[in-house]
């Protein structure tokens, strides 16, 4: 049979007529808690993320009120904000699981007990280099950083070291195993450091331990630069962290960059959109002179250039 130009189109046309749309990327988001923290980052989401192209982002859900299994079982990929919910997730489903709004140490408690899961994370926890950018953005005349570092905070030494040694400040650390070694080291810290840095860990950071931190740091006249919003109200002077909504931002901008299904999970990362926040009150009862929010952000971001 001869096949003209014309009738070659017309063919092309109706196999293109006749096969199968592209399947579009579908997520399952789960809620450790209906509201709060939880509920922000999946309104950001919604917002960021909600009407992309090859993507379908459905709710299943939260823990408080209930989890849709139907949607879990059938999405190409699961989204779990909070530890609960990714606990949960990985106990009844062997799908894809992106896991957010939890700590770098509970991703690795998750894959301890899950060893074969398909599971990966987007923490909240700042890189080490991030959190020395901070300080060289608001106080660069700092030589000296003091960190104490508790069971959860130990293996960040090394980076922390290696961050310093590139474009300071130095590092003065000591390690916590007990509550009632926290003051002496604290004080052993303060006394050979500019400033100090307080790193997220149940044993040096938690509401008691944060508490005799400020009190002992603005004692010593030392600025303390910490990982929230929450230790900066209280006291700090400094932090550098990501909100939920940086984090759902960073998850679109992940979902976005996927071909389609099975998605590709990445390696599990510290967030790449972040914030900062200063406490002026304690900048200027320090008698330092702060730069803005903008500006430290920019500086920031200018360091972390490739």
């Keep these: 049979m001869r096949f003209t130009l014309p009738r070659i189109i017309t063919l092309l046309a109706a196999f293109a007529l006749c096969a199968p749309a592209a399947h579009a990327l579908e997520v399952a988001l789960v809620l450790s808690q209906k509201g709060g923290a939880h ?40 989204l779990a904000a909070g530890a609960p919910a990714a606990e949960a997730v990985l106990r009844a489903h062997a799908r894809p699981t992106l896991a957010v709004l939890l700590a770098h140490s509970q991703f690795h408690s998750l894959r301890d ?6 599971l ?5 926890d700042q890189p080490p280099a991030r959190h020395l950018a901070l300080v060289r953005a608001v106080l660069p005349t700092a030589g000296r950083l003091g ?9 960040l030494e090394s980076g922390l070291a290696a961050a310093g040694a590139v474009g300071g400040p130095g590092l003065v650390s000591r390690q916590v195993s007990t509550a009632a070694e926290l003051l002496p080291a604290l004080e052993r ?15 040096v950071s938690g509401p008691a331990a944060a508490r005799a931190i400020l009190l002992t740091s603005y004692r010593y006249r030392r600025p303390v630069f910490a990982f929230s919003r929450a230790y900066v ?16 931002r960073d998850v679109g901008d992940w979902l976005r960059q996927q071909p389609g299904t099975p998605p590709r999970l990445p390696a599990a990362r510290s967030p790449r959109h972040f914030d900062v926040a200063i ?27 490739p």
């Design 189 to 203: 810290v303060l006394e050979s450091s500019d400033a100090l840095l307080a790193l997220p860990d149940p044993l």
């Design 279 to 305: 406490n002026r009150q304690v900048a200027r009862a320090l008698n330092l002179d702060v730069p803005d929010e903008a500006t430290v952000l920019a500086r920031i971001r200018a360091q972390e250039q």
């Design 113 to 118: 007990r899950h060893p074969g899961a398909t």
């Design 233 to 248: 109200d209280a006291g700090a002077l400094a932090a550098v962290f990501s909100n939920p909504g940086d984090i759902a």
């Design 39 to 78: 509920a922000q980052f999946a309104e950001a989401l919604n917002a960021t993320a909600g009407g992309s192209a090859g993507l379908r982002l459905v709710n299943a859900g939260n823990l408080e009120d209930g989890v849709d299994e139907g949607l879990l079982q059938r999405a190409d990929l699961i």
């Design 147 to 155: 960190v104490l570092l508790g069971p959860d905070t130990a293996a």
């Design 120 to 124: 990966s994370a987007i923490v909240l």
